[in-house]
């Protein structure tokens, strides 16, 4: 389940990490002999897949096979993956040069920063035609791309002119009414019943699990009450300093998104109150210059027709719920008023920007283009209006289309889609021809301040019902385009995961064909090529102490070539929990019994992370060691020590280059010393009375006069003192020495005024200065400039292990906060209702409480900064999804099973339930 801004933590910690290589790479200059031999990255020949030479004579099926089922193919290369994994997402001891870590880094992983023309040129689209006549390339005419993380943030909000409200104006690429796709008719399939067939349980059991259920209830009723007081009708109670904040446009985020757990969980009075609430939004207005698409679907459309569902639909008397979903919905319809018919993502609802054409991004996040469908077909199941399934029909055939094209990896879609609708290449090629075309037909005086395609206002288009090209005047039209499907978008290599921002669009493939009873084969085909892909690429078993059976799903990154160029990322993410949920329902509903034991792992892995930190709760997000071979796998100590410190091998020789070093200082210090105790001899024989101050300190030069040796080098060292760490740590008090948490440097730890210096340098922008650092204690000339000792591979494991209170079998956790996100009770709650297995309720349970002890506030809950320490810190955010789904999951697991019963109900990405269709004979 994405959540746009549940991501920025990781934008966060890689600023960090990034921040510290520049730290460490400061400190490490100072032994470039040393540092030079030593190497940060393992060959690029370790990035080559093993299945290269198996997929030319096995085939594609079998490799998927060996994929998933036994890893034992990779074994040889293991080491060498380890040592590149880890070495780029840990600091290594010495980095020789920082430019090269980044460069390789952006080079295997991140877009290019987009230049001044790119951004400029996403403001075009802003429509000021005066910049885009400036604009030199791509006519695409485009909303500014938005990049994860910015979704819910209040910081892109523009001033909103007072009084400015959304406005109903004519579609300019409407879908003639022929066209419109309509809801799959026919009789609903008889669908496999996806849930457990449940005894009748005890007396003993029915207590134990009703005494839980009320203690989550009792959580809500805290949360709930909290918001009310303090927060109603905004989006979020910020639960420790109780007040509230607005990141989701200001319509009472927390209030929709939880209608359908109040209702649920039997807060009838509650519910009603909060419909009164419900009735004051107006969302024509917004606090966001731009609406969030996605968000908003899941969150309050999906919020508003799964209350209107749960609460009896049409019977159960609440229209006011459904009014609202409309009234939003026709508010989002607008962002699907595009040549291609697919969505903007970041809608300026504001009159003047929302009258206007414009097109899809060219970086869209696959998982909130692909994450409308069931909010949209479920309204117009509800309105028996099709123009609302048309809406998102078209996007699910763009990906079917995508999916028989193909991909990198063949199945799955990247994180970023150019949804357009414009081939550039094809548009570059057919420019020249054009434009003499137009210079011919109009001569070349007419056509003002030519300059390629941007002439502001005459432009030639195709007029989607005759096909005919022709010229349009004025600013309703937009540059013209070659039309294509959906295809890779952004920059550099393609990532495929089931992580944050690609994760709901496949979960709600299955679930849309349960929405549909059946009656579209297109979510069933995608789903199984999804479920295909993701075993033979993505699931791999990890390696952990007592040796469990766990699944996770790793992110791999391509640049096309997968079977030579894919690189594998074997992250653990709190956002990936869900897909346990996916595999298990999808094995049931499509008969794949394998893909239900999956789903059991992949639950089982998330689990497994819950239970490995001193809180009990997961972490955002780690990164753990794969195992060799999936079938026999076996903790090895060595080998997970190995992969904490990517460069183990070279430590023994880091050492003795540092005693080498370390001698032949001594020695030329030694040398020193005796030269000028020479030289002083021979000057005190010239000239006896300069011979020594009265103090009996060694004489200044006086000015003018050439400085003596020995002040030359302290003029150099002043430059290496501020860098240094301090000499001679060994000598000073432990207390006064700490380890730099990434480098294992030890080095002494001082107050910040000293820190302040120009050379210890300003941090980037936007970032704290770090505490960490390195100036000495004392900067006298008599300090010895050795650096420090490098540390041994136990030293420096024990030292990250220690540090980073890393738990056992993981590699590193490179976000540490819990946000009160659901993904992993998600899987357990399908697991239990699919198993009919009581472990999953007494697992659920270990989570529950673990999650309440650390983030329960006086007035509700909070997201806590580090799972790794009890000492936690709580981070005063209570996002929407904790009373919409979190506490409604827990809530689920120690219900009756046939409350929302999966085979009655299927569940959005917000963990809203909508109705199924019913069989005609029952299920
Ligand atoms: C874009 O156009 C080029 C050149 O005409 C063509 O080779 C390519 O297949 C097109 N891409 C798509 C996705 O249609
Ligand atoms: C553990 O891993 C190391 C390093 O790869 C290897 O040499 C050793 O044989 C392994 N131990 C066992 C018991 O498999």
């Known amino acids: 389940m994405f959540r746009l801004r549940r991501y920025r933590y990781y934008v966060f910690f890689a600023a960090i990490v990034v921040f510290l290589l520049y730290r460490v790479a400061q400190n490490s200059e100072q032994w470039e002999t040393v540092s030079a031999s030593f190497p940060h990255r393992a060959p690029p020949s370790s990035s080559k897949s093993p299945s290269t030479s198996k997929s030319g004579t096995n085939g594609a099926n079998s490799q998927a096979q060996t994929r998933f089922t036994g890893f034992s193919s990779e074994e040889d290369d293991l080491p060498q993956r380890i040592l590149d994994h880890a070495s780029k997402d840990n600091a290594p001891v010495k980095v020789p040069d920082l430019k090269n870590i980044q460069q390789a880094n952006d080079d295997d992983f991140d877009p290019p920063p987009k230049s001044n023309t790119a951004v400029k040129e996403a403001g075009v689209l802003a429509y000021d035609h005066d910049e885009a006549a400036k604009a030199t390339t791509a006519p695409v005419i485009n909303v500014p791309d938005k990049n994860v993380g910015q979704g819910a943030k209040d910081s892109d909000d523009q001033p909103v002119k007072p009084g400015a409200h959304w406005e109903k104006t004519p579609e300019h690429f409407p879908v003639p009414e022929s066209e ?27 207590e134990k699990r009703e005494a839980r259920q009320q203690q989550v209830k009792a959580e809500m009723e805290r949360g709930w009450a909290g918001y009310w007081q303090y927060a109603r009708g905004h989006d979020e109670l910020t639960p420790v300093s109780k007040k509230f904040r607005d990141p989701f446009c200001g319509w009472a985020a927390t209030l929709v998104d939880s209608l359908d757990t109040l209702w649920i969980m039997g807060m009838e009075d509650e519910f009603k109150a909060a419909l009164v609430e419900v009735e004051k939004i107006d969302f024509s207005v917004g606090k966001r210059a731009e609406i969030p698409v996605f968000e908003t679907t899941i969150r309050y459309l999906g919020g508003l027709i799964a209350a209107y569902d749960v609460s009896g639909g049409k019977s159960g008397g609440y229209g006011i719920l459904l009014e609202k979903a409309i009234e939003l919905a026709e508010i989002l319809m607008g962002v699907f008023d595009t040549p291609n018919r697919m969505p903007v993502l970041y809608y300026n609802w504001k009159p003047q920007y929302a009258s206007k054409p414009k097109r899809a991004a060219s970086n869209a996040g696959v998982a909130e283009l692909g994450s409308l469908a069931m909010e949209f077909t479920r309204l117009a199941q509800i309105t028996k209006e099709n123009k609302y399934y048309d809406a998102v029909a078209r996007i699910t055939d763009a990906f079917y289309e995508w999916q028989e094209r193909g991909t990198s990896l063949s199945g799955i879609f ?24 137009e210079i011919e037909a109009y001569g070349e005086t007419d056509i003002v301040k030519r300059s390629g395609k941007s002439t502001p206002n005459i432009k030639k288009q195709k007029n989607p019902k005759t096909g005919e090209v022709e010229l349009v005047v004025g600013e309703s039209s937009l540059p013209e385009c070659v039309s294509q499907g959906l295809t890779s978008g952004g920059w550099g290599a393609e990532q495929y995961s089931m992580g944050g921002s690609q994760d709901s669009t496949y979960e709600y493939f299955p679930k849309q064909w349960l929405l549909l009873g059946g009656l579209e084969p297109k979510y069933k085909e995608l789903h199984l090529k999804v479920s295909e892909a993701v075993k033979k690429w993505l699931l791999f078993r990890p390696m952990v102490p007592d040796d469990r059976d766990i699944l996770f799903s790793a992110k791999v990154t391509t640049h096309g070539e997968p079977e030579i160029d894919a690189k594998t990322q074997y992250e653990v993410t709190h956002l990936t929990c869900f897909v346990g949920g996916m595999f298990g329902m999808g094995g049931k509903i499509f008969e794949v019994p394998a893909d239900v034991e999956i789903g059991e792992k992949l639950t089982e892995g998330c689990v497994w992370a819950y239970e490995s930190t001193a809180t009990g709760i997961m972490p955002e997000g780690a990164h753990v060691l794969p195992c060799p071979d999936a079938k026999d796998c076996h903790w090895n100590q060595t080998l997970y020590e190995q992969a904490l410190d990517p460069s183990w091998e070279h430590r023994d020789e880091q050492i003795q280059k540092y005693y080498d070093q370390k001698a032949k200082a001594k020695a030329a210090k030694e040398r020193e010393r005796e030269m000028e105790r020479e030289r002083e001899e021979e000057e005190s024989a010239q000239d006896p009375a300069w011979a020594t101050s009265r103090t009996g300190q060694p004489k200044k030069p006086t000015l003018g006069e050439r400085p003596s040796r020995g002040s030359q080098v302290d003029d150099d060292g002043a430059r290496v003192q501020k860098r240094a760490a301090v000499p001679g740590i060994g000598d000073l008090e432990d207390d006064l020495i700490e380890r730099d948490p990434i480098t294992g440097i030890k080095k002494a730890k001082f107050s910040t005024a000293g820190a302040e210096d120009a050379e210890d340098s300003d941090p980037a922008p936007g970032f704290k200065k770090s505490t960490i650092s390195q100036v000495p204690l004392h900067e006298d000339e008599d300090t010895e400039k050795d650096p420090l000792r490098p540390l041994s591979h136990e030293e ?35 697991m239990y209702r699919i198993t009919g297995d009581k472990k999953w309720q007494d697992k659920g349970w270990k ?13 509700g809950s909070s997201a806590i900064d580090n799972v790794l320490t009890t000492k936690t810190t709580q981070l005063n955010e209570m996002e929407s999804f904790w009373t919409a789904e979190t506490l409604k999951y827990f809530y689920l697991l120690y219900s009756e099973p046939n409350l929302i019963s999966l085979d009655s109900w299927v569940l959005n990405t917000e963990a809203h339930p909508f109705k199924r269709p019913k069989a005609p004979f029952g299920v």
Not at 180 to 206: C, D, N
Not at 415 to 436: K, S
């Open 847 to 859: 989570m529950f409480e673990s999650i309440v002890q650390h983030t329960a506030t006086e007035i």
């Open 180 to 206: 419109i796709i309509p809801l799959p008719a026919g009789k609903p399939k008889k669908i496999p019943t996806i849930q457990y067939a449940f005894e009748k349980e005890t007396p003993e059991a029915r």
């Open 414 to 437: 990247p994180e970023h889609v150019d949804a357009t609708g414009c081939n550039r290449t094809a548009q570059n090629e057919l420019e020249a021809a054009q434009n003499a075309a």
């Open 796 to 830: 420096y494991v024990a030292n990250r292990i220690a540090n980073e209170k890393l738990p056992a079998g993981f590699v590193d956790v490179n976000s540490k906060a819990y946000i009160l996100r659901p993904e992993a009770i998600e899987s357990v709650w399908y």
